[in-house]
């Protein structure tokens, strides 16, 4: 069975504050994405990355980083958080499919309130 | 620009009631087209993918379809443990990046 976890289901941090959100696959997949979901505007990509140390932005990186120093591993990165950070956080990583084909498994979530 | 639009938004069905949610997507070159069950507060689910036009997947009470603009996920005589929100999402053949739809939420009353 296909593992995505994070580190925190829910997080309360205050403004300003540097926040970590952690996420482990245990398949060996090459890409990792974070993403952020919200009501009425869905699933919107943060970061991805395609192997390790690599990163590529999303559609919404402003006020987000990435690590992902080692292959099973991607953290998304709060440098200051925000009020208008508070969302749901979710990380997924694709199954290195047979030629172009992939699939894409989510973790549980990490639901964060920034106050 | 790849996009994915899901009609309805919201969908009520009584137990034993069949019906079918839509996802409409434009993309350059589909690389695959994804069904994702939600839950409340949790993580989506994969469910299905569909590569090509014509190809069809079942799993329990749910088929998904496949056409050249849209795909279907059909369900037949839902239960209530069927509630959820279901999202597609289409991957093209550049880059990396899946797209979402804004989701069906379904809810299916005993």
């Known amino acids: 069975d296909v593992k995505v976890t994070q580190s925190s289901r829910y997080l309360v941090k205050r403004t300003g504050e540097k926040v970590f959100l952690e996420c482990v696959q245990d398949?060996?997949?090459?890409?990792m994405f974070w993403y952020r979901q919200d009501p009425g505007l869905g699933l919107r990509l943060i970061y991805f990355?395609?192997?390790?140390?690599?990163?590529e932005k999303g559609d919404i990186p402003e006020g987000y980083s990435v690590s992902r120093e080692k292959k099973e591993r991607f953290s998304l990165i709060l440098e200051s958080a925000s009020t208008n950070q508070t969302s749901m956080y979710l990380c997924?990583?694709?199954?290195?499919?047979?030629?172009?084909?992939?699939?894409?498994?989510f973790g549980p979530g990490t639901r964060l309130l920034v106050l | 620009e790849d996009q994915v639009t899901q009609s309805p938004e919201a969908l009520r069905l009584q137990e034993g009631e069949s019906s079918s949610l839509n996802c409409s997507y434009t993309?350059?070159?589909?690389?695959?087209l994804f069904w994702y069950r939600q839950d409340p507060g949790k993580g989506p689910e994969f469910l299905f993918t569909?590569?090509?036009a014509g190809e069809e997947k079942e799993k329990e009470r749910l088929k998904a379809t496949l056409t050249k603009k849209e795909s279907f996920l059909h369900i037949t005589a839902p239960k209530p443990e069927d509630s959820a929100t279901y999202l597609c999402?289409?991957?093209?053949?550049?880059?990396?990046?899946?797209?979402f739809g804004p989701g069906t939420r379904l809810s299916v009353l005993p």
């Open positions: 398949m060996d997949h090459e890409n």
């Open positions: 990355s395609y192997d390790v140390k690599m990163k």
């Open positions: 993309v350059s070159g589909l690389r695959g």
């Open positions: 999402a289409v991957q093209g053949s550049y880059g990396q990046n899946f797209v």
């Open positions: 997924a990583s694709t199954t290195p499919g047979t030629g172009l084909r992939e699939t894409q498994y």
């Open positions: 569909l590569y090509s």
